[in-house]
């Protein structure tokens, strides 16, 4: 057990780390995806498909095994086509990530929070229709239309002037971004799943929309019932006034970044990141790790550097030799042979007429996991003469 674990950590290369790390990525992002915005049952279909197909390579089950390798290809193609949405969002917010760039949902502070908090309670006792917009990570431009810029500091009489039913630029939702009420007027896409909004409207079904096809959220105010709605990742609830700042200082937390999430969802990502490495480790144990040592036999060119111009070597010209390496598969698999040659220096002659080499420390290019065999021939000689024009050429 020791002397395979020794093994084991003396034969990974630094390859076969970064090899784990992509895909331990990659489990990653899929993870967090079928946790966030994927069924719970499709996340069960995709784990079972996943052991069985493991299990398929592991017992060496032909039929199954093809029936995977054919059946991936559509079905990867289906998954594109039905999770399209999902894709394009989740490069959306890769690209706007922090890894990429600087979060733009600058933490609001406590102020912000409360003033916008009063003036949404506010206009909800009176009434007043309001819908508020706030960006996550993901650009906003592809899904609203229109708007004024305002760039306004945030204030309750601001906000109440412009949603007051009498005011020109009530129409539409306001966007807050960078701590200042960029605009008004925004038209956002309405969504269609009707049930969710129940007795609301355009205001309401544009509030969902938007949440449906971004990671913006959004707070919508009935003018007719007087209550205050939360849209974010595709649904529509009803909120208590008093649970508005909760939900946006929740909401501008996770936008920030790590430093302010609670213990249990950063628990719960540890836990995530945890799982993935796990997976890629037996992923690679499975497929990639190779202990069985094969053995190959290459034909490599001979090649003569730097040969005098006025000497040519005479026949029989050896020009290929037959090397047998040895080796794990995944150490083949990163074998160039047609960088692979028996490279002889013939600068050095000193008026010497037949020069030898060995071959095998002249063999070049070969990776550092594999070893040399065998080597045909084991030497090289080769008788050097002037070339007949010589004297002409020197002259
Ligand atoms: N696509 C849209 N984007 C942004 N705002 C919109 C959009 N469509 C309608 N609105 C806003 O919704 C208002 C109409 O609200 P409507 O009464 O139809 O909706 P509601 O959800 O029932 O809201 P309320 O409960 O306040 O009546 C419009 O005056 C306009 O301000």
Known sequence: M???????????????????????????????????????????????????????????????????HYGSVGMLIAMVVVFQHDLRHGFERLASSRWFRRSHADLPCRKIVDTITEAVADMADNRIGALIIFPGREPLERHVRGGIDVDGK???????????????????????????????????????????IHDGGT????????????????????????????????????????????????????????GCRNRESRRVDWLTKLTAVLAAVTLWLLFAYHTDTIQR??????????????????????????????????????????????????????????LSWQTEPNLVNIPRELRVQNMSPETVIVTLREKPNSHELAQ
């Open 297 to 354: 036999t290459l034909v490599v060119p001979i090649e003569y550097r730097n040969l005098p111009a006025t000497l040519e070597i005479d026949d029989p010209k050896p020009t290929h030799a037959e090397v047998t390496l040895s080796g794990s598969e995944p150490a083949f698999a990163v074998l160039n042979p047609r960088e692979l040659a028996v490279s002889l220096e013939v600068k050095d002659v000193n008026g010497r007429r037949v």
């Open 203 to 258: 205001r309401h079904a544009a509030a969902l929309g938007l949440a449906e096809c971004s990671d913006a959220i959004a707070l919508v105010v009935s003018e007719e019932r007087g209550t205050i709605s939360l849209a974010r990742d595709s649904t529509l609830t009803v909120i208590e006034p008093a649970d508005v700042a909760e939900h946006l200082r929740a909401y501008f937390c996770e936008q920030s970044g790590d």
């Open 154 to 196: 945030i204030s309750q009489q601001l906000l109440l002037s412009i949603f007051h039913p009498k005011s020109p630029g009530h129409d539409g939702a306001v966007l807050i971004t960078q701590n200042r009420i960029a605009q008004l007027g925004l038209h956002l896409p309405l969504t269609t799943q009707l049930s969710q």
């Open 2 to 68: 020791w002397f395979q674990l020794n093994e084991l950590v003396e034969s990974i290369r630094v390859a076969d780390l970064l090899d784990i790390a992509i895909v331990a990525s990659l489990l990653y992002l899929t993870f967090v995806w079928l946790r966030d915005r994927a069924s719970r049952s499709l996340g069960i279909v995709a784990c079972v498909l996943g052991v069985i197909f493991l299990l398929a390579r592991w017992l060496d089950l032909y039929l199954t095994t093809m029936a995977f």
